[in-house]
């Protein structure tokens, strides 16, 4: 089945040492997105990639970067893990039609920072 | 300031209860979605509402949109187990740009 597919599932790093997630998706979507949740919250927009423009969200740290090699796969990688970054991070696609388009969501990669 | 508010933010109640939670703005959208976020899992879509007055139905599920476009409001008719979760609106700003999210309504259903 298309999908939004994330690996891993659950990360555990130490603070500082530096953490990359992935995500990857069938459904040949041109939009990308990378989200943080933390408990009880909603999910907080880091960046998004409309094909290879890459969008960053004013408040996001410098701290996450993203890369997408193509279209089918984009990374997360934060450089060096605070306490503060122990989070849900969730992977999402849409097509760039904008407006009432679906975003579809992958099951999310659990960070812990130790 | 929050773009989105629901309320309320947790809800606890039996199978076979009756519930609505709401999704409240000061702006104008052009549409509106929910999601259904269960633990451990990522959001999945529900519906979207575009237009003024609108109600949808999903199964036990009622979806209304305001007439003014400015909020949302979800009643579930005899709650289930299975219903258990974090319910988000969502809406986008404009054009293409992605959703923004309210802080959800997280509802645990007891049997």
């Known amino acids: 089945d298309a999908m939004v597919i994330q690996n891993p599932r659950y990360q555990v790093t130490q603070f500082g040492k530096p953490v990359t997630l992935s995500c990857s998706q069938t459904?040949?979507?041109?939009?990308m997105y990378w989200y943080q949740q933390k408990s009880s919250q909603a999910p907080k927009l880091l960046f998004h990639?409309?094909?290879?423009?890459?969008?960053n969200e004013a408040d996001t740290p410098d701290n996450f970067q993203s890369r997408r090699p193509n279209t089918s796969f984009c990374f997360l990688d934060i450089r060096s893990p605070g306490l503060g970054d122990a989070a849900m991070y969730l992977c999402?696609?849409?097509?760039?039609?904008?407006?009432?388009?679906?975003?579809?969501f992958g099951p999310g990669t659990r960070l812990t920072v130790l | 300031t929050q773009l989105l508010e629901q309320s309320p933010q947790f809800l606890s109640i039996q199978e076979g209860e009756n519930l609505t939670v709401y999704c409240n703005s000061s702006?104008?959208?052009?549409?509106l979605q929910w999601y259904r976020q269960e633990p451990g899992e990522g959001p999945v879509l529900l519906v979207t509402?575009?237009?003024?007055?609108e109600v949808k139905k999903l199964k036990r599920l009622t979806f209304q949109f305001g007439d003014a476009r400015k909020d949302s409001s979800l009643h579930i008719t005899a709650a289930q187990t299975g219903d258990t979760g974090l319910y988000l609106c969502?809406?986008?700003?404009?054009?293409?740009?992605?959703?923004?999210f309210g802080k959800g309504t997280r509802l645990s259903v007891i049997a």
């Open positions: 999402a696609t849409s097509t760039a039609s904008g407006g009432a388009d679906t975003q579809y």
């Open positions: 459904l040949n979507h041109n939009v």
């Open positions: 990639y409309y094909d290879k423009d890459f969008n």
């Open positions: 702006s104008v959208f052009s549409s």
């Open positions: 509402v575009v237009t003024g007055g």
């Open positions: 969502a809406v986008r700003e404009g054009g293409n740009t992605p959703l923004v």
